[in-house]
């Protein structure tokens, strides 16, 4: 006895039947990206907010301690020229 006599062929032949059920239980699904939405949109946006968020927190801490530090030692020697009353002819 020959192998496919004793099992059978190796592929079953798709049944017109069979095709309209599992056609039909697709369309009644919802597609995956659906069901299961994607973690990179959110995480992206999350990350921006973020990086944003520290930029303006850095800016005014940079700003808040530079301003302390001429609040402390008055004006620097030099900061007068800037103003346009200095030593310069």
């Known amino acids: 006895m020959s192998r496919i006599e004793k099992f059978g062929r190796r ?8 095709e309209r059920e599992k056609s039909e239980q697709k369309s009644d699904l ?15 946006r999350l ?3 973020t990086l944003v968020f ?3 927190l850095l800016s ?10 001429f609040l402390e030692a008055g004006e620097p020697p030099g ?5 346009g009353i ?3 002819p």
């Not at 592929?11 to 069979?18: A, C, D, I, N």
């Not at 919802?30 to 992206?44: D, E, G, I, T, V």
């Open 11 to 18: 592929r079953r032949e798709p049944s017109g039947s069979g």
């Open 30 to 44: 919802p597609s995956r990206s659906q069901k299961h939405p994607s973690l990179r949109p959110r995480m992206f």
């Open 47 to 49: 990350l921006m907010q």
């Open 54 to 56: 520290l930029f303006i």
């Open 60 to 69: 005014g801490c940079l700003f808040f301690w530079g301003r302390s530090l």
């Open 79 to 83: 900061a007068a020229v800037w103003k």
């Open 86 to 88: 200095g030593d310069s």
